[in-house]
């Protein structure tokens, strides 16, 4: 069967399959705990907007205090182990907040702790996971490979986010985080059970700094890497100020159950799927490089419907703003990791995605506090206003930069766009 026959991939690629069987479901997990880990702050532990934000920036600011050093780290061992080690560390931590609430020892410092030493091991999980996905797969693969996994990633965000309501409402709030640890022990079975086995990685033999700096570099003079981080840290800027706060908006200021809210975020995540279907195909019918500014500013647009919303029907504008932001951030992904993964040699992966989310995850706690210091200075709703007009603005970075001029992204790097510490490593490789 040929790789661009439907599911073909899934079909005949064993180690893929179990790869994307435990991403997808370590991205219920993550979802459901998007839920009802502010549920348990808002509703058990009576937190404000600043400490809701705060709570969600915890879970990102590792990006900005390990993700750089993290990528060079990655680049020097094998990748699966740490995904192995990451997935065991995430599975007791986030096993820890049912445990101390039943214990009666649950608060608001631990939620912040868990959020923090999550985030951490996420850190090392989502770097090593981007970096050992090429090496896995053959290039004519990795197409359809990013496309299953960033469709069934949204398709599990949409179960998680709709389950983890019910599962607040019929077991409590607390009792839905027990739902993630278990998807960490599915997704470290998965792992164990992959056959292929990665080559040694070349000993190092530059400083860790050096590296580092290697990456920030290739991030920083290529302009189409360039671009698209510059959109990704300011689209996920926007995102989590508008999502951190949105929670508090539709309970408080639209009068929202547990179980409704949950329903409500999983339609949005709906829009994942869409955008990860359509991604391909619009690409194949416009080109790359203008599927992805029709993904990255007009789609997001809708994302101005979701302040408006008010009780009843009015929730529909909610709705539908979210579905049209998650569909072109969804679409916008798959194009940008199919893009690095021809654009970059593999041996530097590591660190073009410790880089480049050191700036596009580095801001999202800063979303997460600024979308919680506007809901505490201003109305929340005047909060969702502000930080939702900020999703579409970003996609202009990517209309004002080289792809508004190409039909279709590059597939091999010019001469000139990679640093001369990096030509070097190439050429020896």
């Known amino acids: 069967m040929s790789a661009g026959q439907r599911g073909g991939l899934l079909r005949r690629h064993r180690d893929f399959r179990l790869l994307w069987c435990g991403e997808t479901t370590g991205k219920y997990g993550a979802s459901v ?13 009576d937190a404000n907007a ?6 969600s920036a915890s879970a990102w600011a590792p990006w900005l205090l390990i993700g750089l050093p993290a990528g060079a780290w990655i680049d020097r061992m094998r990748r699966r182990p740490v995904m192995l080690a990451a997935a065991a560390v995430s599975c007791v931590l986030f096993a820890l907040v049912p445990l101390a609430a039943w214990a009666g020892r649950l608060s608001l410092g631990l939620l912040l702790a868990v959020a923090l030493l999550g985030g951490t091991a996420a850190v090392f999980f989502q770097t090593a996971y981007s970096a050992y996905l090429p090496g896995l797969l053959d290039p004519a693969d990795q197409a359809e490979g990013n496309a299953a996994l960033h469709g069934s990633a949204s398709a599990a965000q949409i179960a998680g986010l709709g389950s983890a309501g019910l599962i607040a409402q019929a077991a409590g709030t607390v009792n839905a985080m027990a739902a993630n640890a278990a998807t ?12 292929h086995r990665e080559p040694r990685p070349t000993p190092a033999r530059r400083a860790l700094t050096a590296e580092v700096a290697d990456g920030l570099r290739l991030v920083g003079r290529d302009r189409w890497l360039r671009a698209f981080t510059l959109y990704g840290a300011a689209t996920n800027l926007a995102l989590m100020g508008y999502q951190s706060i949105q929670f508090l908006f539709l309970v408080r200021t639209l009068g929202m159950a547990p179980g409704t809210v949950g329903a409500l975020i999983a339609v949005t995540g709906a829009g994942g799927v ?17 599927a992805a500014l029709l993904f990255a500013l007009p789609v997001p647009s809708l994302a101005l419907l979701m302040p408006l919303a008010t009780g009843g029907a009015g929730v529909a504008l909610f709705a539908i703003g979210g579905f049209g932001v998650t569909a072109g951030i969804v679409a916008v992904n798959i194009l940008k990791s199919g893009f690095q993964q021809r654009w970059c040699p593999p041996a530097l992966l590591g660190r073009l995605t410790a880089s480049g989310a050191f700036l596009t995850y580095g801001a999202v706690p800063l979303g997460a506090l600024l979308g919680g210091w ?3 200075v201003t109305d929340l709703r005047t909060a969702m206003f502000v930080t939702t007009a900020a999703v579409p603005l970003a996609g202009l970075l990517l209309l004002f930069s080289p792809l508004r001029h190409v039909r279709d992204l590059p597939t091999r790097p010019a001469a000139t766009a990679t640093p001369a510490p990096l030509d070097a490593e190439r050429a020896e490789r």
């Open 374 to 376: 506007l809901g505490t």
């Open 184 to 195: 960490f022990l599915v997704s470290l079975l998965c792992l164990a059970r992959i056959r």
């Open 50 to 55: 600043f400490q809701v934000g705060l709570l």
């Open 33 to 45: 705990t998007s839920v009802a880990m502010p549920l348990v702050a808002v509703s058990t532990l």
């Open 274 to 290: 869409v955008g990860a279907l359509a991604a391909r195909r619009t690409a194949a019918a416009l080109g790359t490089a203008r």
